[in-house]
């Protein structure tokens, strides 16, 4: 569907990761007017010179039927020519609703059958094992049995959605994933009754680089692609993407092409891999089917996913082939201080910590070598500034909830909720969990 406006415009979800902004920058220099809608007018997009205007919306996490509904009363718009998805909830409202929005905006994205095989994780499994693409050892939590090695213990799902969890999607946290120790076996009901549904377990692969091998999809053609290699994480022992260098690998392009090519892919995808240290074998744990948080980054090696999905949506062809620079390196600023901040203060066992001094020697080596930032550019300041005060707020906001609670635990009478909550933590990342056990959750909340 095309209707090629003067004023055509691009929705984009404002969100805490960089995605949003990186789509505006990207998006509103080329004549496309940048609406960022979100439940949060603290989201760093909001602040951007290349943003036109700024819409509020239901948060997802707590309604998200009626962020579905006002998505779609965006579409009805007659400038929107179609909408980004920058996270899980983003692309399952737009893909299950798929032929209501293709009335009225182009629909980039997959089918829900498609994306059901993708943000359910037995089914991705399944596919992998069809496209000869390897993987860890994974089964659900009621058939496993081997508990003398090391494992993960992380949802079956991606989001907490209806047409998954049913009637309990409502109320149900899928969780994040969790490092499970030899020898011990998990509460496996308690499990389940949190979680709303059967988890899964894996094997932990140890001490596992992680890559990202990104693309975008044109019905089951590859319009282009790119990879990096997480150098940082968010913590010592891993987590969402700190600092990220570029690479070109036959062997990782091979296995994601596989992989999307057996689902058939329409829209955008980072597949995400451990690359298992015993045998150099890229390993799949999970495909985030939306952008990435390091968005920016794949941008700036020459990676321009934006453009290339208004193209893709609007019908424009992409006049060369795209391309993109190998060994350039990227960081995220606040990602880097939690990385020190973990080497500092924090203790993983499975991981070895890095002395304090080698850290700080090392990211300071990268920020000269590559001064390259996801938030920081010269010409549009604010959204780093944004950043910065909701990363500010929300270390207060934490100490003060820790002040204000009682001796046994409990909140103390009369402590107030806070209500206007800063958009300030990722909702959605691309580098694993926080944990021993790297690459689930591009970039690591679920």
């Known amino acids: 569907m095309q209707r090629h406006r003067e004023d055509a415009s691009v929705l984009v979800p404002g969100i805490a990761a960089p995605s949003t902004v990186a789509c505006c920058r990207s998006l509103r220099p080329r004549g496309v007017?940048?609406?960022?809608?979100?439940?949060?007018?603290?989201?760093?997009a909001a602040t951007s010179a290349y943003r036109d205007e700024f819409v509020g919306l239901p948060d997802p996490e707590t309604d998200l039927?009626?962020?579905?509904?006002?998505?779609?009363?965006?579409?009805?718009?007659?400038?929107i020519e179609t909408i980004v998805p920058v996270r899980e909830e983003d692309v399952y409202v737009l893909a299950n609703r798929r032929d209501e929005f293709a009335t009225d905006v182009a629909t980039p994205w997959p089918a829900f059958e498609t994306l059901r095989r993708v943000q359910d994780r037995v089914d991705l499994f399944a596919a992998a094992?069809?496209?000869?693409?390897?993987?860890?050892?994974?089964?659900?939590?009621?058939?496993w049995d081997d508990w003398d090695r090391e494992t993960i213990v992380k949802p079956r799902y991606t989001v907490a959605a209806p047409a998954y969890l049913g009637s309990s999607a409502a109320h149900a946290t899928i969780g994040s994933t969790e490092y499970q120790p030899p020898g011990?076996?998990?509460?496996?009901?308690?499990?389940?009754?949190?979680?709303?549904?059967?988890?899964?377990?894996?094997?932990?692969i140890p001490d596992s680089p992680e890559y990202g091998f990104f693309a975008l999809y044109d019905h089951g053609d590859p319009v282009a692609t790119f990879q990096h290699c997480q150098r940082r994480g968010w913590k010592y022992c891993g987590g969402p993407s700190a600092y990220r260098e570029s690479v070109f690998i036959p062997e990782l392009e091979d296995a994601g092409r596989a992989l999307l090519d057996e689902l058939e892919w329409?829209?955008?995808?980072?597949?995400?891999?451990?690359?298992?240290?015993?045998?150099?074998?890229?390993?799949?744990?999970?495909?985030?089917?939306?952008?990435?948080?390091?968005?920016?980054?794949?941008?700036?090696?020459?990676?321009?996913?934006?453009?290339?999905?208004?193209?893709?949506?609007?019908?424009e062809p992409i006049t060369s082939e795209p391309t993109y620079e190998v060994g350039m390196g990227g960081h995220l600023l606040r990602g880097e201080l939690s990385y020190v901040h973990s080497v500092a203060t924090?203790?993983?066992?499975?991981?070895?910590?890095?002395?304090?001094?080698?850290?700080?020697?090392?990211?300071?080596?990268?920020?000269?070598?590559?001064?390259?930032?996801?938030y920081a550019v010269a010409d549009d300041p604010v959204p780093f500034v944004q950043d910065g005060v909701n990363l500010v707020r929300t270390w207060l906001g934490d100490r003060s909830a820790t002040a204000e609670t009682g001796d046994d635990g409990t909140e103390p009478t009369g402590a107030t909720p806070t209500i206007d909550r800063p958009a300030s933590e990722p909702a959605q990342t691309d580098g694993g969990p926080t944990g021993p056990q790297s690459g689930s959750s591009d970039d690591g909340t679920r």
């Open 346 to 374: 924090e203790e993983y066992p499975l991981v070895e910590r890095p002395s304090l001094g080698t850290a700080v020697r090392e990211v300071a080596t990268s920020l000269v070598a590559h001064p390259r930032f996801d």
């Open 33 to 44: 007017r940048t609406v960022v809608g979100s439940e949060s007018r603290s989201t760093p």
């Open 129 to 143: 094992d069809a496209a000869g693409v390897a993987a860890p050892e994974t089964a659900l939590l009621d058939e």
């Open 65 to 79: 039927a009626a962020y579905g509904d006002a998505l779609r009363s965006l579409a009805d718009r007659t400038d």
């Open 184 to 204: 011990t076996e998990p509460d496996r009901q308690a499990e389940i009754d949190t979680r709303g549904h059967v988890p899964l377990v894996q094997e932990r």
């Open 266 to 315: 329409h829209g955008l995808a980072m597949v995400e891999f451990l690359r298992d240290p015993s045998d150099g074998e890229f390993k799949l744990m999970e495909i985030n089917p939306r952008f990435w948080s390091s968005l920016p980054f794949s941008v700036r090696a020459g990676a321009d996913f934006p453009a290339y999905y208004w193209q893709l949506a609007t019908g």
